[in-house]
T-cell receptor, first 113, second 114 residues
Framework: AQSVTQLDSQVPVFEEAPVELRCNYS??????LFWYVQYPNQGLQLLLK??????LVKGINGFEAEFNKSQTSFHLRKPSVHISDTAEYFC???????????FGKGTRLHILP | NAGVTQTPKFRVLKTGQSMTLLCAQD?????MYWYRQDPGMGLRLIHY???????AKGEVPDGYNVSRLKKQNFLLGLESAAPSQTSVYFC?????????????FGPGTRLTVL
């Protein structure tokens, strides 16, 4: 069975500074990987996804993530954050072979002025 | 195109009361899911459906029932609510597993059980 670990429950960062949110996964088969974002009092929306091909994936709002198979990681990065990036971010994994995806516990991104 | 909608947005119940949460999607998706979100726990899958007339248990199904009588609707029922069911409930839908799990979420229902 697959699992997802988000290593930080909260990440504070100053506005305009870079940020990295860490995600590691475990699976015995090949996987698809996702990052979702949840703004306050809203549902989740897809930020980006890795299915195959280039290991560097670009998403909405200037975010990108890199798939590292040897490290079993899929870390999310943004070179310069804005106050509007305040949200909770969820990493998720799917094998594409069953009916579900597995979500991590989430990382709250706090943007400091 | 409304996407995924949930009714109601908020509800307060007393212990032992029953209620039904409605999820509707207009994207012709085959798969639908119910999750609950609790602080520090992330999203936990309650039940899901891979097509009209089918349902299956997720990670935390106890105390909940579901029905998928129409493709576009997925109902979540609480027969006898308990304070432990206080949570935010999210519905999601997706095409099929071949589209690699991209799910579309509703805005959530905030349920408080007193």
């Amino acid at each position: 069975a697959q699992s997802v670990t988000q290593l930080d429950s909260q990440v504070p960062v100053f506005e305009e500074a870079p940020v990295e949110l860490r995600c590691n996964y475990s699976s015995s088969v090949s996987v698809y990987l996702f990052w979702y974002v949840q703004y306050p009092n809203q549902g989740l929306q897809l930020l980006l996804k890795y299915l195959s091909g280039s290991t560097l994936v670009k998403g909405i709002n200037g975010f990108e993530a890199e798939f590292n198979k040897s490290q079993t990681s899929f870390h999310l990065r943004k070179p310069s954050v804005h106050i509007s990036d305040t949200a909770e971010y969820f990493c998720a994994v799917s094998t594409g072979r069953d009916d579900k995806i597995i979500f991590g516990k989430g990382t709250r991104l706090h943007i400091l002025p | 195109n409304a996407g995924v909608t949930q009714t109601p947005k908020f509800r307060v119940l007393k212990t032992g009361q029953s209620m039904t949460l409605l999820c509707a999607q207009d994207m012709n998706h085959e798969y639908m899911y119910w999750y609950r979100q609790d602080p520090g726990m992330g999203l936990r899958l309650i039940h899901y459906s891979v097509g009209e007339g089918t349902t299956a248990k997720g990670e935390v199904p106890d105390g909940y029932n579901v029905s998928r009588l129409k493709k576009q609707n997925f109902l979540l029922g609480l027969e006898s609510a308990a304070p432990s069911q206080t949570s935010v409930y999210f519905c999601a839908s997706s095409f099929t597993v071949e589209v690699a799990g991209e799910q579309f979420f509703g805005p959530g229902t905030r349920l408080t059980v007193l």
